[in-house]
Each structure stands twice: as C-alpha cells, then as structure tokens.
C-alpha cells in the first residue's frame, strides 16, 4: 500500500503563533522540529497498519522545513517550492490514500488557529464553484481528481470540523482547540503525537471507506484579494476574469488546469504585491 501525506505547520501541535512558522524567526527552528515529529508521529501509525510506501511532501512556506535527517527513514520526501502541484506535489493515481498533518482551518473560520487559504495576507476568500473552500478543499480536490480519497487529518479543533463537513467520516486528530486565530488550548507533546500515531492507523485500516473528493466540470475557481491592486495584476492573464474590484474567476474543465490557474495567478499577484511592498 502506498500513503501520501502533505504535511503544513499551522496545525502541527503546539504551534500558535506566525513568528513560529516564519523561516526568518528564532522560534521557527524549534517548530521545524515539532512538523518533524508530527509526521514522523503519523509515519509510525500508517506503518503499524502496513503501509509499505510513504512519501512525504513538505507543504509549508518555501517547502523545505523538514529535515531529512529526523524524518523516519522509511518515508520519502519531496522538498522546494517550485511544485506545480504545490502542496499536494507528488501524488498520482498509484496512491491509495492521501493524509493531511498539520492542516489549518479556511480563512475567516471562527477561532481557528492561523486561519488563512493559500497566501494570508493577500486571499480573502476562494470558492471552487460555488462552494467557500480553504487549503484542505483545494488540495483533496487534487488527490480525487487522481482517484485518491483523503483519509486522515491533523490539527486544531476547528480544522477537524472543516474537513469532516467536506469529506464524511474521515479519522481526525485534534492536537488543539483554537480559542483565537494566535490562541489555543494544545495537548501535550506525547498525547497528541499518540494520537496521530492511532489516526493514521486507523485511517489506513479503514481506507476502502473513504471516497475521492470530485469536483464537477467545468471547474470555476474565484478569489477575492485583499487589495484591488492585487485582482487587477490577476487580469493580466487572459483567461481571468475580474468579477469586481477584489474578485477574479476563470474556468477550465480539467479540475488540474483550473488549479495551476489558480496556482499561477497569486503567484503572479503575489509577485506584483512584493514588488511593491517588499
């Protein structure tokens, strides 16, 4: 059996605040090592129920957070930022279940620990189709349009909630309960981590329960910036439409196409956005 798994920071356990998850802070180095642990905590859980292949895609920031040398030897990792399938970089058809360690909660979720879909300071909202969605949403998207179904999650309370409402009965480990978006109440180091430990156990035991997320075609993805500036930029690719000052949209019928649209157009934004401000 093969496993997937994407791993954040936001909900990795004990993590709360953004100079934790920011390469560029002192407290970041120690957090590295708590996204470690969680994974390695997961790895165990999957190998328990007879998972013989893991590979592993660091999904946080620049991507390259974890580090090989205190990841369990028997997972693979994939590492950079320059993934045409991002977080979800990696996976094909030949996986038979994907799992979510250290997801975070949409942007906008109430009390959810650092709350944000895809670039926090720049996406307000993202729709797929009608329907509010955050990473999670976004990236089963992408493991259901290869047959893959998610069976597992990693996080806080709210985040839990989230990916269950989307994706049915899937296990989930909740190693904190979000009171504001930099506040939470964590589990201590060795129950959460057990906790992942029997998740991701318990999940591959059950894997021909869950269903691939499918998104119907044609697929429509719209955002909503934070600045008009950034919507704007968005229409220099001609595919895009601008729905209002902050919203764009654009439509393929391949659920990929319309992903690495997505994809490319915050970070043509972003771009644009550093150059102004950075």
């Given amino acids: 059996m093969k496993l997937f798994i994407s791993c954040d920071m936001e909900g990795i356990s004990g993590v709360t605040g953004s100079d934790e998850t920011d390469p560029q802070k002192e407290a970041y180095q120690r957090c590295r090592r708590l996204m470690v642990g969680d994974v390695n905590a997961a790895i165990e859980g999957a190998l328990a129920a007879g998972v013989s292949e893991i590979l592993v895609n660091d999904s946080h920031d620049g991507m390259r957070n974890i580090m090989i040398e205190e990841l369990n030897p028997k997972a693979h990792l994939i590492s950079g930022v320059l ?6 970089q990696g996976i094909d058809s030949t996986f038979d279940m994907a799992m979510f360690v ?9 009390a959810a620990v650092m709350n944000h879909t895809v670039y926090g300071r720049m996406v307000d909202d993202a729709w797929i189709n009608g329907s509010l969605v955050g990473e999670t949403a976004i990236n089963a998207g992408i493991a259901g349009y290869f047959g893959v179904p998610v069976g597992a999650v990693t996080g806080d309370d709210k985040l839990a909630s989230e990916a269950t409402k989307l994706l049915g009965s899937i296990e989930s480990a909740v190693v904190k309960k979000g009171i504001d978006r930099y506040t939470a109440e964590c589990l201590p180091l060795t129950t959460s981590r057990e906790y992942i430990k029997q998740t991701a156990k318990r999940a591959v035991e059950r894997r021909k329960d869950f269903k691939p997320l499918k998104h119907s075609s044609p697929v429509t993805f719209k955002v909503r910036f934070a600045s008009t500036s950034e919507a704007a930029t968005a229409c220099w690719l ?9 919203t764009v949209s654009f439509t393929f019928d391949d ?12 970070s043509l934004a972003s771009t644009a956005q550093d150059r102004i401000f950075g």
């Fill in 102 to 110: 250290g997801y975070h909660a949409m942007a906008g979720a109430a």
């Fill in 83 to 88: 993934k045409p399938l991002s977080m979800m």
């Fill in 255 to 266: 659920y990929i196409d319309s992903f690495r649209m997505f994809h490319a157009v915050l």
């Fill in 238 to 246: 001609p595919t895009v439409k601008q729905e209002d000052p902050r």
